[in-house]
């Protein structure tokens, strides 16, 4: 499945490997530190570039798994000393990768947090909101193998430029990790091994309960398990939006995180006339099972989206318009061919597709900022074009194409040419050689 969008898999198999060939764990690590030590002062996930400086913070509406969990990134008041969170929020998802390619976990979490332990997201944590008008809501979807603030370059230039975003971690075994909780026991038993809770401030009477990524079974059919996952992972943005929805309309509600952003702050703040979802991969796949069981999404954005898990009479059934951005190295002539279903089955010229010249499916996710060249080319994390470069190129575009299709007043139509492919760095369609 490397290919078909788990990027984490990808990355944790390549430590695997470089891990059974070294003599002891600290020869592996060196390794790596040598490998990340490349080009180390260029690193880092690059800050928002629209007029509003981005706070985000994480919520979680019930507890239990079947709650509702995402990251809120928004327009928020600036401060020069914010507190910025960690890109991987605890040490917890780094053990989900190391059961899932079984690796010890106290080596890959030197790996891990080596590599990228230091870096943090360009937002505010907790950032007090920043009141001025109603702002468009775009939902996210990550990929296979993925967690909540893995796209966050994507994220924060969206509400930087005047969006609220959540970014959604899916509950459906598609996630690396991801966390819920349940009632305390009378007399609990203490468990060493448990991770550290993500926030501190959870609820005493709660006890954190770890989810981790599912493999295929030995024999198993692949289709049932992501047919079923995407189904589950649009109600899951479909509850996001209902979440915000209730937010807006200023009904209190309760965070078990118990972070310190003033939810009430948000009523009254979205266009809910407004609002799309946008995804990665899996969470391409998500977008268009999205918009075909809520019209509330007015339109998608699917970045290079695996179809796979879709169902074939999902495509005559949606009606939202659909831009398909996708990256040089990744997709195939039959993926292309249940794209192009999609424009078959509307009947107005409102699915657009490009290509961005020399990236990979992993140029997307927030990997491609934080590896120097040597391990990036390795895994796969980069392609030949400068991630900045190729960010932008996917930002603009997407900004362009949010403008048209929910009716925004503002000045993103100056992109419009982007989602036509006319660029030196864009292919419109596709680069692939699709079946006839």
Request: aromatic share 12%; net charge neutral.
């Amino acid at each position: 499945m490397f290919a078909n969008g788990g990027l984490i898999q990808l990355i944790t198999k390549k430590i695997y490997q470089w891990s059974r060939t070294g003599s002891d764990q600290r020869g592996t690590l060196s390794l790596f530190a040598a490998m990340g030590n490349s080009c180390s002062n260029n690193l880092g996930i690059p800050p928002a570039k629209g007029p509003n400086a981005v706070g985000c913070s994480d919520f979680m509406m019930d507890h239990t798994v079947e709650g509702t969990f995402f990251r809120l990134y928004y327009p928020c008041v600036a401060s020069d000393n914010a507190e910025k969170p960690d890109w991987i929020p605890c040490k917890g998802y780094f053990y989900g990768l190391a059961d899932f390619m079984k690796i010890n976990r106290g080596l890959s979490e030197k790996i891990f947090n080596y590599l990228f332990g230091s870096f943090k997201i360009p937002a505010a944590l907790n950032g007090s909101y920043k009141q001025n008008g109603k702002y468009p809501v775009v939902i996210f979807s990550h990929g296979l193998g993925a967690f909540r603030t893995l796209y966050s370059a994507i994220c924060t230039e969206l509400a930087s430029q005047g969006f609220i975003v959540a970014s959604v971690e899916h509950r459906d075994e598609s996630a690396s990790a991801t966390y819920f909780y349940h009632q305390k026991p009378q007399e609990p038993e203490k468990d060493e091994a448990s991770p550290p809770k993500p926030n501190p401030e959870a609820p005493e009477n709660l006890v954190e309960e770890w989810m981790y990524y599912r493999s295929l079974k030995p024999g198993e059919s692949e289709f049932p398990l992501r047919n079923k996952q995407v189904k589950q992972r649009a109600d899951e943005c479909i509850k996001a939006l209902d979440t915000l929805i209730q937010i807006n309309s200023g009904k209190k509600m309760e965070n078990v995180l118990q972070t310190e952003f003033d939810w009430t702050t948000l009523e009254n703040s979205m266009d809910l006339c407004r609002i799309a979802v946008m995804g990665h991969s899996f969470g391409g796949a998500t977008v268009i099972e999205a918009l075909c069981k809520d019209v509330n999404f007015k339109c998608g954005i699917a970045l290079d989206a695996w179809m796979f898990p879709l169902d074939e009479e999902i495509y005559v059934r949606v009606k939202q318009p659909i831009f398909f951005i996708n990256s040089e190295k990744f997709q195939w002539a039959g993926n292309i061919s249940r794209m192009r279903k999609l424009d078959s089955s509307s009947t107005s010229m409102q699915r657009k597709m490009i290509t961005i010249k020399g990236t990979v499916h992993q140029s997307f996710p927030d990997f491609t900022f934080l590896t120097g060249n040597w391990i990036g080319k390795i895994l796969k994390l980069k392609g030949e074009i400068d991630p900045q470069v190729g960010i932008d190129l996917c930002n603009r575009a997407s900004l362009a194409f949010l403008q048209r299709h929910l009716g925004l007043d503002k000045d993103f139509n100056q992109w419009d040419h982007l989602i036509e492919g006319k660029d030196h760095n864009l292919i419109p369609g596709t680069n692939v050689t699709e079946i006839s």
